[in-house]
């Protein structure tokens, strides 16, 4: 597609693309340029890049209202191939042989014992670390939600919103209203003047968690994300994993809790140490 055309007509076809049927395709642009009209802005400078946009709406649209939401009748494409993937430290062999394939619309949990290498592989496969053998393929756009860090104590949340943002071309007033709506998905209303280093643990996991999927991305990489939620916030945590895949995501979550499983399609198990 040429990079002239105009932001709906961009728009519109990223809403086709992810599976959205032309005429509601036509009427959600339509709709939107509206929004844009009645706030005589430019619908780039209100809502961003045009493709990050229809990803965004298509989420949002797909969020489960019912207690059994849709799931994608089949599987999309594949994100994320790993094919015979080792990876050694020093003398020590932590990966060995390692396969695994994730799907666009399916959710995969990485489970093993303490230290038999689940973070270093959720590491190989955002590309922060190289594997010593096999190989990888991912989709270009991936978020990745380590187990801690990953934000500024001194920065407020806002702040984050527009750092992150920035880095994936998204202005900042859009960056700031996507991060708030994503917060709200988890019931959390980040407060404009409280630093980083003022929230609680679980709210500060709710930031990382929101920055990592602030970009849009098509596969959503989780190191245990919900260290410190309650259960409310747990059971957030979880609607959201399932409205990105019913979006066509693919997520894959490192977790040590056993009824996680119930949530997702494929289990890699990396067994003892
Ligand atoms: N950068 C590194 N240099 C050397 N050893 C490392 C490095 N990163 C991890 N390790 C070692 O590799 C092994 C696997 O670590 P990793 O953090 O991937 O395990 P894990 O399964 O995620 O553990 P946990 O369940 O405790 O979070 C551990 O023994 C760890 O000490």
Redo the contacts with the bound molecule.
Sequence with gaps: MSTYESWPTRFEAELVRLGVPEPRARRLTEDTAAQAAEQAADPAGLFGPAHLYARHLVTELSAPVDPEPPRFATAGPVLLHLSAVGKR?RRRT?LRDVDLTVRGGQVAAIV?A????????LRICAGLTRPDSGTVRRTRRVGYVP?DGGTAGWLTADEHFTLFGAAAGVVSRRARSTGAHLAARLAWRPDPGQRVQQLSGGTRQKLNLVLGELHGPDLLLLDEPYQGFDQGSYLDFWRQVHAWRDAGRAVVV?T?LLHDLNNVDHVLD?GER
Aim: charge should be positive.
């Design positions: 430290y932590v093993g303490n230290g038999c290498g689940k973070s270093t592989l187990q490192v040590h990396l």
